[in-house]
């Protein structure tokens, strides 16, 4: 679709642009995981809202914005290929504006994590490090179908989950809290890389090596099925072990949903990767939720 000479024209960015820039519908998984830890904590939240609203909110719009403003700028020769119209390769974000703006809310990222006390701002580091580990140059995890995922769900579920935890209990969570959450972040391997199928032709042609482009759009959706689910088998057997039947029956039962999701998709992996992503995610997060329950009777 060819560019308007308004948009070639334009010195400063389109307000709705920048606002699909940080891809609200991103934000979800990091702020529910971070609730996910300020159950599994334990304490009494009375007096500490303002720690639990903050914390969403840094785990969302902002480090989670900041992230996917970067991924942005730095795959914009990708997504002239995948998707043009994205704000950047379409001129709605001219020059160097993406690239300010990720930058400006990093810095307003380790600004807000402070707030959290020393638990919060040392995730928070980690948080934007990581963001910038996986899409800039010399570094660029993303190019590869293990690291760049593994990635992106640690830093999506675990590292959210772990500080909603460590900031509400203001001190290290549980052993029990963080196997759980690694082990939720672990499965979101699966999610990130079916997330890669729709950029599948722009990573081939540049040389990202995602799942979907190294194995194949059928292999890479079993592979990222059973990554998701054995970490899930896991926290059931833990739950069991930690004498939580109702809640491993809730976490199984989420599970058992996911696997009929699973296979819809696997009929058309390529098509139908974005449909579970809207589907099964759901089930897996809220699987999520009844392990944070659980463990807040242990802590």
């Not at 029990?176 to 082990?183: F, G, R, S, T």
């Not at 999520?288 to 807040?296: E, K, T």
Request: a neutral charge; charged letters at 10%.
């Amino acid at each position: 679709m060819p560019v308007s000479s308004e948009i070639q024209s334009r010195a400063l960015p389109d307000p709705a642009a920048m606002v699909t820039l940080i891809k609200p519908v991103t934000w979800f998984p990091p702020m529910w995981a971070y609730l996910c830890g300020a159950v599994a904590a334990g304490v009494d939240p009375a007096g500490q809202w303002g720690l639990v609203v903050l914390g969403v909110l840094l785990a969302g719009p902002i480090v989670c914005g900041m992230s996917q403003a970067a991924n942005d700028w730095c795959d914009r020769h990708v997504d002239a290929i995948n998707e043009p119209n994205r704000p950047i390769p379409s001129g709605r974000i001219p020059g160097r504006w993406g690239l300010w703006i990720a930058l400006a809310m990093s810095g307003l990222s380790l600004l807000i994590g402070w707030q959290l006390g020393p638990w919060g701002f040392g995730a928070t580091v980690f948080g934007v490090l990581a963001a910038w580990a996986y899409s800039a140059e010399p570094l660029r995890l993303k190019r590869s179908g293990i690291l760049g995922p593994g990635l992106v769900g640690l830093s999506y579920e675990t590292l959210p989950w772990f500080t909603g935890a460590a900031v509400l209990a203001s001190g290290a969570p549980a052993v029990e809290v963080v196997i759980i959450a690694v082990l939720y972040g672990l499965g979101a391997h699966g999610i990130m890389t079916l997330n890669d199928f729709k950029a599948l032709e722009g990573d081939r042609q540049t040389g990202v090596n995602s799942l979907p482009v190294t194995l194949g759009p059928e292999r890479a959706a079993r592979v990222a099925c059973w990554v998701m689910a054995v970490p899930q088998v896991a926290v059931v057997a833990l739950l069991l072990l930690w004498d939580r039947p109702f809640h491993a029956l809730g976490v199984f039962a989420v599970l058992i949903g996911q696997g009929f999701a699973m296979r819809v998709m696997l009929r058309d992996p390529k098509e139908r990767a974005p449909w579970y992503n809207g589907t099964g995610v759901l089930l897996y997060v809220s699987g999520m939720m009844i392990a944070a329950f659980a463990l807040r009777g242990l802590t």
